[in-house]
């Protein structure tokens, strides 16, 4: 993986928030994500993206009082090899093959993270 860690920053600092989906699927997995998964928040830190603006995710239904992302996807700036992998946890990162269009013109790629599972918080 080649990441243009200075372009992801500046790209994540510039997403407004009104850019972010607000269901409360996905408000509930930015309220938890950082804390919840310290270590792959601070992985990806380290290639400039923010884990609390994902570019989408895909929830399950709540089980129990928990709910599960089975995929996360992030946009990252440069280039990656289709065969990357890479585990922390039982968190698994890929290239993602399946993604709605970004509308970025610049080299780029999206990486799939999951599964994600949160405490199924809907209060507002």
């Not at 996360?72 to 289709?82: E, H, L, P, R, T």
């Not at 509308?103 to 949160?118: G, K, N, R, S, Y």
Request: with cysteine.
């Amino acid at each position: 993986m080649n990441v243009n860690v200075h372009q992801n920053i500046a790209y994540y600092s510039h997403l407004p928030e009104k850019a972010l989906c607000d269901c409360v699927y996905c408000k509930n997995y930015y309220s938890q994500v950082k804390s919840a998964y310290p270590e792959v928040a601070a992985y990806l830190l380290r290639l400039g993206i923010d884990i609390e603006k994902p570019f989408e995710t895909s929830p399950l239904e709540p089980q129990n009082g928990y709910l599960t992302y089975c995929c996360c996807q992030y946009i990252a700036f440069g280039s990656c090899s289709d065969t990357f992998y890479h585990k922390i946890g039982n968190v698994e990162f890929r290239k993602a093959t399946s993604y709605p269009n970004t509308h970025i013109t610049e080299q780029h790629f999206v990486l799939d993270v999951w599964p994600i599972t949160l405490k199924a918080n809907f209060s507002e």
